[in-house]
């Protein structure tokens, strides 16, 4: 039931929905007492209608938006309309970073890092990713059950650390140590509203500070040395590009901005990709007939199976369920609702992506409809959308292409008939609550014994 049922179209103010009352941590302690009190949005959904209110930690009370045409409204807005959301990870990776900047200066520093993804640079990274893959793999036991996620994470780690910060040999092991623990530290530290005392290094901001300086000094190495480097118009890593890139005014990025903008590519890539990954395992597991399909398909040097594949994991399985905009106008109009300025709008990427009116049967997995029907980039949003979408999208949906190509043509998987992992968050991303088991065997094996 909408709460502005009231609303006359001459009131210039309309009431926002209604949505639970109590704040999301009471609300989370409820439903860990009380199984019947599940905090999924789906249910909210149902019991409030498409657009309701939430009150969530840090940004207060937000309006949660999933109607379709609100949906594109959002990443149609102009930036002065919908800004960044506050506070965001820029808080822990720097100023520099795309994630701390808005409007202006973050059209500009977008321009900078965008050729990087452009589509011939990244198939540069192709031979790479599959050889990073095929190690990451490799230890698997065979025959027995292991959950896949810890493989997926060290891979796209792999892969980040060669290609976006041009890493090898002694450089590439330090960060390879440091920055799974100083990206977990920091997504706590951007998400909790814990004070910013070093404490001599031994508060968790404090911990966090030490991280970063060991990694400053690192990439300050990287960067140097890239400097010094006569073959550096040769080389395909961000970190070698990103020195050669000029703002409008001819002014280069400053080390500083090189370093927030790397980690910023590596917290919001690398987790990301291979919970991804390890969905796509828990989801062909459990649809062997279509894993048979894709297999054969793949075989015939025939991708676009797979293309659907990814495309209906994401649209499932989303790993980030959720993205938000602050409304920076008095009153933006958006639907029925006028919501005040400093409020955070939710786009509920997971809600628009089981609509029935977008999906047909949302909830069974079915890859084929993606063949039968290209996505529309309003309506399958696991990258969001405007002027924020994921600069990493076409990155990322290479990674998942390689990765999973070397898998099914190299291993054979074990189907199951267990249920469905279940959600679990792990601060940056939902994974499989299992961590995706994997049952595999290497195919060579497998051909001889047949
Ligand atoms: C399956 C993997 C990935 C998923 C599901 C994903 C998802 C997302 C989402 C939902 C957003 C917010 C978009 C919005 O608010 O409209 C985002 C932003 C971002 N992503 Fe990704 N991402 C992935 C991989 C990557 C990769 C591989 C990179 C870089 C190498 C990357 C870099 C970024 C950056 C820098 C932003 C911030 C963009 C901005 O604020 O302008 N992501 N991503």
């Known amino acids: 039931m909408h709460g502005d049922t009231a609303h006359n179209a001459s009131d210039p103010v309309h009431r926002l929905p209604d949505g639970p009352r109590a704040p999301f941590l009471l609300r989370m302690l409820m439903a860990s007492f009380d199984r019947s009190k599940s905090m999924s949005l789906d249910e909210r959904r149902a019991q409030y209608g498409p657009d309701f209110t939430l009150k969530l930690p840090l940004f207060g009370k937000c309006l949660v938006i999933s109607e379709p045409d609100e949906v594109r409204q959002i990443f149609k807005a102009d930036p002065t309309d919908l800004g960044n959301m506050e506070p965001n990870l820029g808080r822990v990776m720097g100023s520099g970073s795309l994630f701390a900047r808005s409007g202006e200066s973050h059209r500009s520093q977008r321009k900078l890092l965008t050729p990087a993804f452009h589509g011939n640079r990244l198939a540069e990274y192709r031979t790479l990713m599959a050889a990073e893959a095929r190690a990451g793999m490799?230890?698997?036991?065979?025959?027995?059950a292991v959950a896949s996620l810890p493989a997926m994470n060290a891979i796209t780690?792999?892969?980040i650390l060669r290609t976006v910060f041009g890493a090898e040999g002694e450089d590439l092991d330090a960060l390879r140590r440091l920055l799974p623990r100083m990206v977990k530290l920091g997504s706590i530290l951007a998400a909790t509203p814990i004070p910013e005392w070093d404490l001599f290094g031994y508060a968790p901001w404090g911990r966090f500070n030490r991280m970063r300086a060991e990694y400053d000094a690192i990439v300050g190495r990287l960067i140097e040395r890239a400097r010094a480097d006569p073959n550096i118009a040769a080389r395909s890593d961000i970190l070698a590009m990103l020195i050669g890139a000029h703002y409008d005014d001819g002014a280069p990025m400053t080390d500083d901005e090189i370093a927030d903008e790397l980690i910023t590519l590596l917290t919001a890539g690398h987790e990301t990709t291979a919970t991804t990954l390890a969905w796509a395992i828990e989801r062909l597991r459990r649809h062997p007939e279509f894993m048979a399909k894709l297999v054969a398909a793949l075989d015939a040097g025939d991708d676009a199976l797979l293309g659907a594949f990814i495309n209906e994991v994401q649209r499932t399985r989303p790993v980030i369920a959720m993205t938000f905009r602050q409304v920076l106008t008095d009153g933006y109009a958006i639907g029925r609702?006028?919501?005040?300025?400093g409020m955070h709008l939710m786009i509920?990427?997971?809600l628009v992506q089981t609509d029935p009116r977008l999906f047909d049967e949302p909830k069974q997995f079915r890859?084929?409809?993606?063949?039968?029907?290209?996505?529309?980039?309003y309506e399958l949003i696991p990258f969001g959308g405007g002027v924020r979408r994921c600069i990493g999208a076409a990155f990322a949906q290479m990674e998942l292409q390689v990765v999973l190509r070397t898998l099914l043509t190299e291993h054979v998987i074990e189907p199951t008939n267990q249920r469905g992992e279940a959600w679990l968050s792990r601060g940056v991303a939902f994974a499989p609550a299992k961590g995706g088991q994997i049952v595999r065997y290497p195919r060579e094996a497998m051909q001889h014994v047949a």
């Not at 890859?367 to 980039?377: L, M, S």
């Open 138 to 144: 490799a230890n698997w036991p065979v025959g027995k």
């Open 157 to 159: 780690l792999n892969i």
């Open 337 to 341: 609702w006028r919501v005040p300025r």
């Open 348 to 350: 509920a990427i997971s």
């Open 367 to 377: 890859p084929e409809r993606f063949i039968e029907k290209r996505p529309d980039p």
